[in-house]
Nanobody, 121 residues
Framework: QLVESGGGMVQSGGSLRLSCTASGFTLDDSTIGWFYQAPGKERVAVSCIGGVDDITWYEDSVKGRFTIVRATAENTFYLQMNNLKPEDTGVYYC????????????????WGQGTQVTVSS
């Protein structure tokens, strides 16, 4: 199970930190990621770690603004979101996969419940 927290409403330029805590399995040596879903759209990768290439990956529009961190001792991973923009508004999901595929591939085994991020202009 993955449990998310940390969403909310901020003004443009503000910051939020999303958390995703795992229970029942460890996040060590796994693929973890944050995905974003706008209303009526598909879920797309924002940032992730791991995958067949064992990389840390960011979607172009968030490079330099978002940071993904795996806190192994806490069995938690985070998405630090700085300089937020209105177009970042949506529901954010964390995901976990044991192995296989690039980390930005949405074929994950477990998903968090989703957390709403709203950025006002």
């Amino acid at each position: 199970q993955l449990v998310e927290s940390g969403g909310g409403m901020v003004q443009s330029g503000g910051s939020l930190r999303l958390s995703c805590t795992a229970s029942g399995f460890t996040l060590d040596d796994s693929t973890i990621g944050w995905f974003y879903q706008a209303p009526g759209k598909e879920r797309v990768a924002v940032s992730c770690i791991g995958g067949v290439d064992d990389i840390t990956w960011y979607e172009d529009s968030v490079k330099g603004r978002f940071t993904i961190v795996r806190a192994t001792a806490e069995n938690t991973f985070y998405l630090q979101m700085n300089n937020l923009k209105p177009e970042d508004t949506g529901v954010y999901y964390c995901g976990f996969r044991g192995s296989g595929y690039a980390c930005y591939d949405p074929r994950y085994d477990y998903w968090g419940q989703g957390t709403q991020v709203t950025v006002s202009s």
